[in-house]
């Protein structure tokens, strides 16, 4: 363990494995660590759940339709995002494309849509809305895209280093990246601890803040140009967290957690997740 790094939280995985994981702080980075990492080939084991609802498209329960609902409103504040970006509609790579929806909408708007999805499931189901996903971008020539997405996806990744690293090829000069990630600096993460949902170890092998962020991206050479909130995080998150700490979800507690965070949030500006809008020199 690199002396920079204190333990910080013992989490357990509450959706697959029930397995403890230890999360330690990088101090010069601001930011979390799940240890043990799983090995890349162990990783595929923890995503064998039929709750994990963004490689479904399953609208069984009330929890998975309120989920479904906000998630499109959230898409088109995403194509307004990417859309504010650039008045030319470019090349648009989504990375962790889930079932391909984003695509879809921002293909509906004229950009020219590439997709990455490394869940064969998900891939499948994108598969019948005549979406063809790539399982990862080694293919991909330098610098192919103008904007590339990454909606709740790089605390994901296997190898952080090598993904900002292959982000910053693959984006055009003056491109933007937008990244999505949760937040454990935020309110929420605080009131909850060990139960925060958006720890999720081990699937979430790191945890950002907007130190963390910053410091990665400019050791590549690319710039933060701004954080954008997002406030139905803070609900959902602290429903499922209530799941994990209650055994049930208590919908008007969740809500008032969430709505804590987002009010403490509008003075720190630590949401329970944030969009961060990083462009290529």
């Known amino acids: 363990m690199d002396a920079s790094q204190k333990h910080f939280l013992s989490v357990k995985d509450f959706s697959v494995s029930g397995e403890i994981f230890e999360l330690y702080k990088d101090e010069n980075l601001d930011m979390l660590i799940t240890t043990p990492k799983p090995k890349p080939a162990d990783l595929g084991r923890y995503y064998e759940s039929d709750d ?106 296997s190898d952080l280093d090598f993904q900002i690293a292959e982000l910053e090829r693959l984006l055009k000069p003056n491109g933007h990246i937008i990244i999505a990630v949760p937040n454990f600096n935020s309110y929420d993460a605080k009131h909850y601890g060990a139960f925060w949902a958006a720890y999720d170890v081990p699937r979430h092998l790191w945890h950002f803040s907007k130190t963390a962020i910053k410091k990665l991206f400019e050791k590549e050479n690319m710039h933060l140009e701004k954080i954008l909130p997002m406030q139905f995080d803070a609900f959902y998150v602290s429903l499922l967290s209530e799941k994990y700490k209650t055994g049930k979800m208590n919908f008007l507690k969740a809500f008032f957690i969430g709505l804590r965070s987002n009010l403490k949030a509008k003075r720190n500006f630590e949401y329970s997740s944030h969009i961060y809008v990083i462009k290529n020199a």
């Open 52 to 157: 994990y609802i963004s490689h479904t498209d399953a609208k069984r329960s009330l929890f998975e339709k309120m989920y479904h609902f906000i998630k499109n409103i959230a898409l088109n504040k995403k194509v307004s995002l990417i859309n504010s970006l650039s008045e030319r509609k470019g090349n648009l790579l989504d990375i962790g494309a889930g079932t391909g929806d984003f695509l879809i909408r921002a293909k509906q708007n004229n950009w020219t849509t590439t997709g990455v999805e490394p869940s064969e499931k998900a891939r499948s189901i994108a598969a019948k809305k005549d979406i063809v996903l790539f399982e990862n971008t080694m293919a991909f020539e330098n610098n192919s895209f103008d904007v590339i997405t990454m909606w709740h996806v790089l605390e994901h990744v």
